[in-house]
């Protein structure tokens, strides 16, 4: 398993600005992964990223609107752009390990906006 | 396209009244199929990964089983701290990642 840190825990925003969400985990790992939960919904991903390329984004997922970093095989961010309040959700950090198929999980980041 | 689909959506329960929660699934190929237990607030938490049919899983009061269409996660004897939304995953051989399909989630709440 892994300790996977997010922050923020939570956040208040204001329709039209950005929240950058961050993901630190505590040893190396090639995938990590953005999904968010909406009420009510299954956990969706949002895209998958790997150290050194392009992050790949599920279909109804765009870079313009969810941009992602990944620097180094730790640390991960997720950009929510241009938010409104249809973006009020959980967004979750999630990476697994190729030895294993089990997928790991961050506490999560509750985003309400206004 | 991988589906997964949980029921009940909610389950009421006294505390050691036995039952089990269903996840049925359709998938091209199953790699694995994932229970997860989330308490509000906090990400979900890995319980079990079964591979095959006829395979379970142990882990004090729970138990999770597997055939080729659903999975059942068994819960003997609840304790109230065993409320939590319960959520199962299934992951295919297809695609280039090791994405994961998940079901809305059941939540349980277990009554003193």
């Known amino acids: 398993s892994a300790v996977i840190s997010q922050k923020p825990s939570r956040d208040i925003c204001q329709r039209g600005t950005s929240l950058t969400i961050q993901c630190q985990v505590d040893?190396?790992?090639?995938?990590m992964f953005w999904y968010r939960q909406q009420p009510g919904q299954s956990l969706t991903l949002i895209a998958t990223?790997?150290?050194?390329?392009?992050?790949?984004?599920e279909s109804g997922f765009v870079i313009d609107k969810f941009p992602i970093s990944r620097p180094n095989l730790t640390f991960s961010t997720l950009t929510v752009s241009n938010m409104s309040p249809e973006d009020s959700s959980i967004y979750l950090c999630?990476?697994?390990?190729?030895?294993?198929?089990?997928?790991?999980f961050g506490q999560g980041t509750r985003l309400t906006v206004v | 396209e991988d589906q997964v689909t949980q029921s009940p959506e909610a389950l009421r329960l006294q505390e050691g009244e036995s039952s089990s929660l269903n996840c049925s699934y359709t998938?091209?190929?199953?790699?694995?199929l994932f229970w997860y237990r989330q308490d509000p607030g906090k990400g979900p938490e890995f319980l079990f990964t079964?591979?095959?049919a006829g395979e379970e899983k142990e882990k004090e009061r729970l138990k999770a089983t597997l055939t080729k269409k659903e999975s059942f996660l068994h819960i003997t004897a609840p304790k109230p701290e065993d409320s939590a939304t319960y959520l199962c995953?299934?992951?295919?051989?297809?695609?280039?990642?090791?994405?994961?399909?998940f079901g809305k989630g059941i939540t349980l709440s277990v009554r003193p």
């Open positions: 999630s990476v697994d390990f190729r030895s294993s198929p089990e997928a790991f």
């Open positions: 040893s190396q790992v090639t995938m």
């Open positions: 990223a790997n150290q050194g390329s392009e992050a790949t984004y």
């Open positions: 998938v091209s190929g199953l790699r694995g």
């Open positions: 079964l591979y095959s």
């Open positions: 995953a299934v992951q295919s051989y297809t695609g280039a990642n090791s994405k994961l399909t």
